[in-house]
Structures are given as structure tokens and as C-alpha cells.
């Protein structure tokens, strides 16, 4: 049976340490968030954010627009919080609604505050090997892994997913870290014949079932890094958690996994963003 990654307990000692090393500033890093409109599920991962930064001692500064707002408008108020020295780093909440660009939006954060890691500028740094943020979602994952003592080094890592919020920089992460990566994606023919190869099996596709038993290989370390809902309604990832688990060695539950680490991890790129800009990093 497998070892179940606690992704809460493991948050909490990541927000526990940002927080403690936050003290050691002369002003609190500062999160600025933009919503725009009013979808429940983007109503809810922006509170979830804004009380992690109250659990750091960290400032946050909401700032919600309706939802016909127009692209200047969000560019304007873009460019104002590129400018305010409270604020340290700046999260576009998406999706957006229709009428704006989203990359446009994305990439007029300044680079320094872009602490989701979209900006060109950074997902090159982090595809060099040397970067200033790293991507929430993957770096979590990493984290999870080394918490765990899951080695890398020589493994066989199999992402499923090609996101470049997901899939691209996790493949990336795991590379680096000297594990040899194949990534398969919706036009990956058999792909049950590359995730039984797969001493790592990462899976961020959005598909209900997609991961059985049969797919993976004995001993693996799964993690499930979707969020879906069921026919019942319910919460679950990619992965037959139930048929799986006997099988893995290791497995993240849906949720109470990837999901803590992921906000966790945006805690940690505010501290490096507010400490770079009061010159200590």
C-alpha cells in the first residue's frame, strides 16, 4: 500500500518557514491580486490566497474589476502595481473573460513581481537553469518529492500534460534535477506503454480516470496533480485513486495533495520577490 503525500502538513511547514524568515524584513512582502469578474471557483482560489498571505504576515492588496472591464483598463492598473513599492509581487487571476488577452496581460506584469512565473522573461531563466521564481504548481511537486525522499537522480519521469502552467516546466524541474523526463500529451499514441516505464508518473491532464492500476508500474510514485469532479460531484485527479494506491509506492491524494503545495509555493516566490527588492537576495 502506498505512502500517502500529505500535501496540507507539508504547506504548512512551507508557510510556516516563509513566514519566519519574512520577520527578518524591514516591511512585509506584499501580494496585489486582481480578480475580474465574478466566477466562484476564481472567487475561491483568490480568499484561499489572500489567507495564506495573512498565515506569512504578508500584505495583500485585492483588487477586483467587473467583468466587462476593458484591456486598457487592466493594462493601466497593471502598470500602476509595477510602480508601488508595497507591492512585491502581482497575480492575474484566471481565467479571464473573453474579451482579454490573456498573454497580453500576462506579460505586461513586471518580471520581478511576476511570481506565477508566465513571463517570458522568467520561463526562460527557469528553461537555462537559472531562475528567479519558480513555476507554484511544479516546484511544489519538487518539494513534495524531496520531503519524501523520492530520489530523481537516474529516474524514469513521465509527465502527462504539456501545459505551460503544468506540464512544460514540470518536465523541465524534473530534468534538472538529473531524472530523464518523457512528456505525452493528447496525441501520445499507447500511452499505458510510457506511464508503466515511469518510476515517477506526474499527471496533469484534467481527465476523470485517465491513471489505472494497469498503467502503472509497481513501486512508482504517483502524483496527481488535477482537479477534477466525478459524475457524483465530487473532488478527484487524473489517477483511479483506489486502484492505484495499492500498487504505488508512493501517491498524492485529490485534494490534500498537489493542491496546498501549489499556493505554498506562491508564498515562497513573494518572499523571494520581497526580498530582492529590499536588496537581500
Same mark, same amino acid.
Given at each position: 500500500?502506498?505512502?500517502?503525500?500529505d500535501?496540507?502538513?507539508l504547506?504548512?511547514?512551507?508557510?510556516?518557514?516563509?513566514?519566519?524568515?519574512?520577520?527578518?524584513?524591514?516591511?512585509k512582502p506584499?501580494?496585489?491580486?486582481?480578480?475580474?469578474?465574478?466566477?466562484?471557483a476564481s472567487r475561491v482560489?483568490v480568499?484561499?490566497k489572500?489567507k495564506d498571505?495573512?498565515?506569512?504576515g504578508?500584505?495583500?492588496f485585492?483588487h477586483?474589476?467587473?467583468?466587462?472591464?476593458?484591456?486598457v483598463?487592466?493594462?493601466?492598473?497593471?502598470?500602476?502595481?509595477?510602480?508601488?513599492?508595497?507591492v512585491?509581487g502581482?497575480l492575474?487571476q484566471?481565467p479571464?473573460p473573453?474579451q482579454l488577452?490573456?498573454?497580453q496581460?500576462?506579460?505586461?506584469i513586471a518580471?520581478?513581481?511576476?511570481?506565477?512565473?508566465f513571463h517570458p522573461?522568467?520561463?526562460?531563466?527557469l528553461?537555462?537553469?537559472d531562475?528567479v521564481f519558480?513555476p507554484?504548481?511544479?516546484a511544489g511537486?519538487?518539494?513534495?518529492?524531496? /520531503?519524501?525522499d !523520492?530520489? %530523481?537522480?537516474g529516474?524514469?519521469? &513521465?509527465v *502527462?500534460?504539456?501545459?505551460?502552467?503544468v506540464g512544460?516546466?514540470?518536465?523541465?524541474?524534473?530534468?534538472?534535477?538529473?531524472g530523464?523526463?518523457?512528456?505525452?500529451h493528447?496525441?501520445?499514441?499507447n500511452?499505458?506503454?510510457?506511464?508503466? /516505464?515511469?518510476? !515517477?508518473l %506526474?499527471?496533469a491532464?484534467?481527465? &476523470?480516470g *485517465?491513471?489505472?492500476a494497469?498503467?502503472v508500474?509497481?513501486?512508482?510514485?504517483?502524483i496527481d496533480v488535477?482537479?477534477n469532479?466525478?459524475?457524483?460531484?465530487?473532488l478527484?485527479g487524473?489517477?483511479?485513486?483506489a486502484?492505484?494506491e495499492?500498487?504505488?509506492a508512493?501517491?498524492t491524494p485529490v485534494?490534500g495533495? &498537489?493542491g496546498p503545495m501549489?499556493r505554498?509555493?506562491l508564498?515562497?516566490n513573494?518572499?523571494?520577490a520581497?526580498?530582492r527588492?529590499?536588496g537581500m537576495?
Amino acid at each position: 500500500m502506498a505512502t500517502r503525500i500529505d500535501g496540507k502538513a507539508l504547506a504548512a511547514k512551507v508557510k510556516a518557514r516563509a513566514a519566519e524568515e519574512a520577520k527578518g524584513l524591514a516591511r512585509k512582502p506584499g501580494l496585489a491580486v486582481i480578480l475580474v469578474g465574478d466566477d466562484p471557483a476564481s472567487r475561491v482560489y483568490v480568499t484561499g490566497k489572500e489567507k495564506d498571505c495573512a498565515e506569512c504576515g504578508f500584505l495583500s492588496f485585492e483588487h477586483k474589476l467587473p467583468a466587462e472591464t476593458a484591456q486598457v483598463e487592466l493594462l493601466q492598473l497593471i502598470e500602476q502595481l509595477n510602480g508601488d513599492e508595497d507591492v512585491d509581487g502581482i497575480l492575474v487571476q484566471l481565467p479571464l473573460p473573453e474579451q482579454l488577452n490573456e498573454e497580453q496581460v500576462l506579460n505586461a506584469i513586471a518580471p520581478e513581481k511576476d511570481v506565477d512565473c508566465f513571463h517570458p522573461f522568467n520561463v526562460g531563466r527557469l528553461v537555462i537553469g537559472d531562475p528567479v521564481f519558480l513555476p507554484c504548481t511544479p516546484a511544489g511537486v519538487m518539494e513534495m518529492l524531496k /520531503e519524501y525522499d !523520492i530520489p %530523481v537522480q537516474g529516474k524514469q519521469c &513521465v509527465v *502527462l500534460g504539456r501545459s505551460n502552467i503544468v506540464g512544460k516546466p514540470m518536465g523541465t524541474l524534473l530534468m534538472q534535477a538529473d531524472g530523464t523526463v518523457t512528456t505525452c500529451h493528447s496525441r501520445t499514441p499507447n500511452l499505458a506503454k510510457y506511464t508503466r /516505464e515511469a518510476d !515517477i508518473l %506526474v499527471s496533469a491532464v484534467g481527465r &476523470v480516470g *485517465l491513471v489505472t492500476a494497469d498503467m502503472v508500474k509497481e513501486g512508482a510514485a504517483v502524483i496527481d496533480v488535477a482537479m477534477n469532479r466525478n459524475a457524483e460531484g465530487k473532488l478527484c485527479g487524473d489517477v483511479d485513486f483506489a486502484a492505484v494506491e495499492p500498487k504505488a509506492a508512493y501517491i498524492t491524494p485529490v485534494p490534500g495533495g &498537489v493542491g496546498p503545495m501549489t499556493r505554498a509555493m506562491l508564498m515562497q516566490n513573494i518572499l523571494t520577490a520581497a526580498k530582492r527588492h529590499q536588496g537581500m537576495d
